[in-house]
């Protein structure tokens, strides 16, 4: 699942980025410093999984991540070509959700495409030329499906009915995300892999002076408010400095800057929402010192057999049960064998779903 940071030019992009991975993405104050996207992993904040860990005694501990992709900013008439244009659409066609940067302060040292810091105009020019991209997309499958209207197929009626429908919409103004669908009528709008279609977050640059927002803040939120979107508010250029300093002085800041946490650790964990992920954990408590514990990120829903093929393909071939138990449940235990005397392990079959928290020891025979 990867998350894409998409926003005008000098809008912080590149240095969120730096922030959330901790990768050093090239950071210039000029338009189109970033040019082919940065990939990077940001590591999902548990303090489950510290618990779980110190329960445990691990060899190794490996934490959930989503994948970060860092786009090239876009311009005014991006959808016609302008900037990077078409390679800047298809960055985004490729992620699965859009953290959408904005602007939200004033500094003359740092250039901005249009003068002075407006959130919403700048907003509005990235959904613009979403739309635009998107409605040239839709025109031309009602345009083929019209076409397909004369093998006298009824299917195709009801399928052009939806494509107007999307089409209406946008001619709106409205993102594609925004429409109530029947669950076959939302099957076909996937397959136009519309850019408005994708759940969006929007994030506050708000400037180191005042990280937890202003009145540019309240802006982007009232805005976001409107479609139903969430925004954090991040000093992406406090974060950075924040990544390059040592754990014991960083926790000093923190403290004195009143701060139980870090901008981007609530951003990491808005944007696991935004996916509708949940974590699991595996780590064979069977074993005195277990090879490892790990965390998943799987969606919402997911079955017990495919998160058992997310740990090993063997495992979801020669499925057999999932012993499970919730971590909470776990912890207040004190040990594996006493949570099993207290019948508290519970077997699953491959149909269950899984559950944020779950702790799975999955048995597979080939």
């Avoid at 940067?101 to 901005?112: E, G, I, L, S, T």
Wanted: some cysteine; charged content about 30%; hydrophobic content about 45%.
């Amino acid at each position: 699942m990867k998350l894409g940071i998409v926003g005008l030019p000098n809008v912080g992009k590149s240095t969120l980025f730096y922030a959330l991975t901790n990768a050093g993405a090239d950071c210039a104050n000029y338009p189109f410093c970033t040019v082919e996207p940065n990939t990077g992993i940001a590591v999902l904040p548990d303090p489950r999984l510290d618990r779980l860990a110190a329960f445990a005694n691990p060899k190794k501990v490996t934490p959930a991540v989503i994948e970060v992709v860092d786009i090239a900013g876009l311009v005014k008439g991006a959808s016609q070509g302008e900037g990077l244009g078409n390679r800047f659409l298809a960055h985004i066609r490729e992620v699965d959700a859009v953290l959408h940067v904005v602007r939200c302060f004033a500094d003359d040292r740092v250039a901005h495409v249009h003068a002075r810091p407006d959130p919403v105009a700048d907003i509005d020019v990235v959904n613009l030329e979403l739309l635009l991209a998107d409605l040239e997309t839709v025109e031309k499958r009602i345009e083929k499906t019209s076409r397909l209207l004369k093998t006298g197929d009824r299917k195709y009626r009801s399928e052009l009915e939806v494509y107007e429908k999307v089409k209406a919409a946008l001619e709106q103004g409205l993102p594609a995300r925004t429409l109530t669908l029947r669950d076959d009528e939302g099957e076909l709008v996937r397959g136009l892999f519309l850019l408005t279609a994708k759940p969006v977050l929007y994030v506050a640059n708000t400037g180191e002076d005042n990280p937890a927002g202003g009145p540019l803040f309240a802006e982007v939120k009232a805005y976001a408010a409107k479609e139903g979107a969430e925004v954090i508010p991040v000093s992406a250029g406090l974060e950075a400095e924040l990544t390059g300093m040592d754990p014991e002085e960083r926790a000093y800041f923190l403290q004195e800057m009143g701060l139980a946490e870090r901008g981007v650790e609530k951003l990491i964990k808005a944007g696991y929402r935004l996916l509708d992920l949940l974590s699991f954990f595996t780590v064979d408590l069977t074993k005195q010192e277990p090879e490892e514990l790990r965390a998943w990120s799987v969606k919402k829903g997911t079955k017990a057999v495919e998160a058992a093929g997310k740990v090993h393909t063997d495992f979801a071939r020669g499925f057999i049960k999932a012993e499970v138990i919730g971590v909470e449940e776990l912890l207040a235990c004190d040990s594996y064998v006493a949570a099993r005397e207290k019948g508290l392990i519970r077997i699953e079959g491959r149909d269950y779903p899984i559950q944020d928290g779950d702790v799975a020891l999955f048995r597979y025979n080939l």
